[in-house]
């Protein structure tokens, strides 16, 4: 009898595709209820547009629209101006899941999968039975392609269901057109905060947006420079899982073990060879296609007993303190903000993937004191919009002690409330994400510890700028105060005593007892610069003018003492020092250091520098230390703590 119901059950079994899977699934793919399936579907054309344009060194210009037919059904309309896509590889991008160019590479991508726009098709499909539209054109002397196409379920492959060729004004570039399911009423604040999320980590893309009503909204780009290449590195040891080292061997063309670890392997050369062969007891000439289980296992626990250096970071293309600071300025200017600071740790690994977290905080201006603060998270530049308490981001936020820097917050733990915006980015070769919906980082230690590091410096920063603001209102009352009352009282007893009115300078800095500084910033437009085109071509063009920062810095002695110390002024990364006076000391790629000479009591120097390179504001107050004098003394500058 069992032996009739085991031979009935196994007819019963068969194979399923990946895209029938995910067709009974969907929820997995973000596509759970109507609202977030709107999102999704603008995100997942949105990630492949960026990443084709950055690919391509093309400056992405992105167009999203959203025309809603009928109740409950619209349609989604996204274009680029990217480098189009061959006709025969749109079927196998649009129609088949799990297919893609960025999933074996090891370097930082917003899409890994090849889930993502073929997705988008697959639910379009189920829930309109609809389908999907794709123009493209990859040359400008050439017709656009277009195609209409539909998923085989079966077999997760595409069917062409008409293909032809049309006219489109438009160099090069890629359309698609699909009907979805989508509730537009409740989704379209998600959709416009998305896109407007994507302008911020992505400062050179320009974004359209256009509503069923014909609204338009236009985030426009605020860099001209394309991110960095992220150059594909080899996996690390300390990242490889055994059944992968195995599987890496049967595929390897090196005969030896050692020439396989130094060429598979990123960080490998040869001392580091010679001591996990060592360490595994393995011999350099060991063939790695004969290795058994037991070779294999002894090798991979050699890898974590041996000290191997962290991955190339060439990678990652982080997107940079200045370029956060202007979006964030340039997104939040209506509600005028008081302070905005960035900060930048320094790359770090986690299981032998290369990872960097970059944050910001936006503070005061017309922002709430009673709410929470905002969180905006981001990934490898992409927003990330649900599951916010499931996030590293908002763990390792809110395991921060934020009553330390002005804020509340309950007990010292959980989301603080107060006038801020808190941005985290995490940049890396893999990102950890929780689901394949792709909307939390999973608690990882070491990226949690780095965001806590990265906030708690922005932190310092906050508080630093709210008592220099308390201390200086405080110092300049005064001051206003001695000035306007003191005068009056010589000048008064002057006349009675008919005597000269005397010089009030020691009487003021005994009072004052301050090293007094203070700084202005002001910027200059510079004059378009006549270029030669090329070097064929006698023609010339105009390059346009960039901006010029000039930074003043008053220093005033109140004390009644002589004073002398060591003044340091910070500076973006990415600026160039051009005139300074007096001469520094030292500059750096951080800084500038001067050594102020004696400076008598009532005496003032005054400092000045100009920068290029920066866009008009985003250098706009100088960030100051002092050495080798009491901080107590200065007003206007902190306690330097060393390089």
Not at 27 to 34: A, E, Q, V
Not at 335 to 351: G, K, L
Not at 466 to 494: D, G, H, M, W
């Amino acid at each position: 009898m069992t032996e009739v119901i085991a031979h009935k059950l196994a007819k019963k079994q068969k194979e399923i595709s990946v895209a029938e899977f995910f067709e009974r699934n969907k929820h997995i793919l973000g596509f759970g209820n109507p609202t977030r399936a709107l999102l999704t579907s603008v995100k997942e054309g949105v990630d492949n547009i960026l990443d084709a344009c950055e690919e391509s060194s093309i400056l992405p210009e992105v167009y999203v629209e959203i025309r809603n037919h009928e109740e409950g059904e619209c349609k989604v309309i996204i274009e680029d101006n990217g480098p189009g896509i061959v006709k025969n590889q749109i079927p196998h991008i649009f129609g088949r899941l799990l297919y893609g160019s960025r999933f074996h590479a090891v370097r930082q991508s917003r899409g890994q999968q090849g889930i993502g726009i073929s997705a988008v098709v697959l639910y379009g499909q189920l829930t309109t039975g609809k389908h999907a539209k794709v123009i493209s054109k990859i040359q400008e002397d050439r017709p656009a392609t277009v195609t209409e196409l539909a998923i085989d379920t079966n077999k997760n492959r595409a069917e062409v269901v008409n293909r032809d060729i049309i006219h489109w004004d438009k160099p090069s570039g890629t359309r698609l057109e699909i009907s979805i399911v989508a509730d537009y009423t409740r989704g379209k604040r998600f959709v416009y905060d998305y896109l407007q999320s994507v302008s911020i980590v992505n400062p050179h893309a320009q974004i359209t947006f256009k509503e069923p009503d014909g609204t338009e909204h236009l985030f426009e780009r605020t860099s001209e420079m394309l991110p960095s290449k992220c150059i594909e590195i080899k996996p690390h040891p300390h990242g490889v899982e055994l059944g992968t080292l195995i599987k890496m061997s049967k595929n390897t063309k090196s005969r030896k073990l050692s020439s396989f670890l130094k060429s598979e392997f990123s960080s490998m050369g040869d001392r580091t060879t010679n001591a996990v062969c060592e360490k595994s007891q393995l011999s350099k000439d060991l063939n790695p296609k004969d290795m058994s289980r037991e070779q294999f296992l002894a090798l991979h626990k050699a890898f974590k007993k041996v000290k191997i250096m962290a991955p190339n970071t060439d990678c990652l293309s982080p997107i940079g303190e200045t370029l956060i600071k202007r979006s964030l300025k340039h997104e939040t200017q209506e509600i005028s903000p008081e302070f905005i600071v960035t900060a930048s740790r320094p790359a770090s690994v986690y299981s032998g993937n290369p990872f960097q977290t970059e944050v910001g905080i936006v503070y005061g201006g017309s922002l709430s004191k009673d709410k929470p603060v905002k969180l905006m998270r981001f990934a490898n530049r992409v927003p990330l919009l649900y599951q916010q308490g499931d996030c590293v981001s908002t763990s390792a936020i809110s395991s921060i002690d934020w009553r330390r820097y002005g804020l509340e917050q309950s007990s010292g733990r959980g989301i603080p409330s107060g006038p801020a915006i808190f941005l985290t980015h995490v940049s890396s070769t893999l990102i950890p994400f929780t689901s394949e919906s792709k909307e939390a980082i999973a608690d990882i230690p070491e990226i949690e510890n780095e965001i806590k590091l990265a906030f708690r410096e922005c932190a310092r920063k906050v508080q630093s700028h709210i008592n220099k603001k308390v201390r200086r209102v405080k110092t300049r009352e005064k001051f206003e105060l001695i000035t306007k009352i003191l005068p009056e009282i010589a000048k008064k007893s002057s006349n009675m005593l008919d005597k000269p009115v005397p010089s009030l300078d020691k009487v003021i800095t005994k009072i004052m007892d301050v090293v007094w500084i203070e700084d202005l910033i002001e910027y200059e437009k510079t004059s378009p610069e006549p270029v030669q085109s090329t070097l064929f071509d006698d023609s010339t063009e105009k390059r346009e003018g960039g901006w010029i920062t000039k930074s003043t810095i008053m220093v005033v002695n109140y004390k009644n003492k002589p004073q002398k110390f060591k003044l340091y002024a910070l500076i973006p990364e990415d600026a160039v020092v051009g005139t300074v006076t007096p001469k520094p000391m030292k500059i750096t790629n951080n800084f500038i250091k001067w050594n102020l000479d004696t400076i008598s009591p009532a005496d003032k120097i005054d400092i000045f520098f100009e920068l290029a390179g920066l866009d008009k504001g985003d250098f706009d107050e100088n960030d100051l230390y002092i050495e080798s004098i009491n901080a107590s003394y200065v007003i206007g500058a902190d306690k330097w703590e060393g390089e």
